[in-house]
């Protein structure tokens, strides 16, 4: 992760030619509410009444399980990628492609190096013991009862880490594809990215456009939609459905005044839209799947076209709101920005540990699910504050380490 800077007063939006030096601190308080609905997340999942998209479940599953993880899931991993391709832009701009590629290593590669194994081996135990506990009702490890997820490859995988994984190489190659288009039109490649995200961004059909894309992509799956293998290979629809939003993080960046001011006036249109289409694309998915969650094509295409449309509007509604009106340093917003990184690498382990200590517990489903998030959030920034914020891990991860005695804003990454 980076910070963002840039000459206009604080709070001020940045002029599209403009140097930086003033934080942008709503688009770290927006990247900070996405890391920490990934707990929301992973802990829905337990829950949910439908397709299991993880071996384990809690006995205790609820309908709005699924509506929330299925909301969540719309726009969560969109505002991540745009705001990478937004933060890579920006040191491609500031630093140059050699000291791009250096501080990608060090804040992407260097982490995943790090936290990948250990984090893996808790994820297997934790979740060994709650299949155990779904199987047998007694607490153990053996790992042939473990069922098999469709989709996810055998093997190691890159577990809740796939965005870090392809982020890095997203970024790797930046500077690559910056090199090709200089190449191919020297004159014209800066300004065919100005009006391609200018265009698309403020437009309606441009929206259309972008979700059509989207859905001609998650059209090769039988529900329509991408979802992450976790595999060290990922398919091609992965690169091209992630590949699409971070590419428009980076025309973002090039027209960040206009876009950003263009989000600010109308996110509440577009959170509006972004509903309505989700809804919608519910209604599509429900009506099509009875007792299947394999879309026929012409349903199929219609859900996805109306679920990526989604996505966009609530990518755009959400950039807008924080801009508008999250866009001054908070100290408690600025905390949570600062210890995202840490709680996006342990979260994971944490939601199986504690959804395999409360399963079988005759609880309603929402208790439990509060419950977990309440407790992995506690967990994630007491071990922040004890053991990452003032040593060599929050080096490691926000790139400088706090003082107990004065605690600077947030420095955050990605």
């Known amino acids: 992760m980076t ?3 840039d000459t206009a007063a604080p709070g001020v939006l940045p002029h599209a030619a403009a140097p930086v030096s003033t934080r942008l601190y709503a688009l770290d308080n927006l990247r900070a509410a996405m890391m920490w609905l990934g ?18 479940r809690d006995s205790q599953t609820t309908l709005a399980a699924d509506v929330l993880v299925a909301f969540i899931h ?17 040191l491609l701009e500031q630093r140059g492609p050699r000291a791009l590629v250096r501080h990608r290593l060090r804040r992407l590669a260097l982490p995943f190096a790090v ?5 893996y081996v808790l994820c297997a135990v934790f979740a060994l013991a709650f299949v155990h506990r779904m199987v047998r009702g007694t607490w153990g490890l053996d ?59 403020r437009a309606p059909w441009g929206i259309a456009l972008l979700a059509a894309a989207l859905a001609a992509v998650g059209a090769q ?6 979802h992450p293998s976790e595999s060290f290979l990922p398919h091609w629809t992965e690169w091209a459905h992630n590949g699409l939003f971070y590419a428009f993080g980076l025309a973002l960046y090039i027209q960040r ?29 429900w009506h099509a799947t009875g007792d299947s969650f394999t879309l026929p094509l012409a349903p199929r295409v219609a859900f996805a076209f109306a679920y990526n449309a989604a996505a966009w509007c609530l990518s755009f509604a959400l950039i807008g709101l924080f801009a508008a009106h999250l866009r001054q340093p908070h100290p408690a917003l600025s905390y949570l920005a600062d210890s995202s990184y840490w709680v996006y690498l342990v979260h994971m382990p944490l939601t199986i540990g504690f959804g395999a200590l409360m399963f079988g517990l005759p609880w309603p489903a929402g208790a439990k699910i509060v419950l977990n998030i309440a407790a992995t959030t506690a967990v994630c920034l007491a071990s ?28 955050v990454i990605h």
């Open 3 to 5: 910070t963002l800077h």
């Open 39 to 56: 707990i929301v997340l992973h802990v829905g999942v337990i829950h949910m009444t439908g397709q299991r998209l993880l071996p384990w």
């Open 74 to 90: 719309a726009f969560r991993m969109p505002v991540f990628f745009l705001l990478a391709g937004f933060f890579v832009a920006m």
């Open 115 to 119: 936290f990948w194994p250990p984090v």
């Open 143 to 201: 790992p042939t009862i473990m069922p098999r997820t469709p989709g996810v490859p055998e093997g190691p995988i890159t577990l809740h880490l796939w965005f870090l994984w392809m982020l890095l190489w997203l970024s790797l190659l930046t500077p690559l594809a910056q090199w090709l288009l200089q190449r191919a039109a020297p004159a014209a490649g800066a300004a065919l990215l100005h009006r391609w995200a200018g265009t698309l961004g």
């Open 221 to 226: 799956h039988g529900d329509g939609l991408v």
């Open 257 to 285: 005044h206009d876009l950003l001011q263009h989000d600010m006036r109308r996110w509440r249109r577009y959170a509006v839209a972004g509903l309505l289409l989700f809804m919608a694309s519910g209604a599509i998915f």
């Open 384 to 411: 922040y504050h004890l053991v990452v914020r003032f040593g060599a891990l929050g080096q490691l991860l926000n790139g400088k380490r706090h003082t107990r005695a004065h605690c600077p804003q947030a420095t």
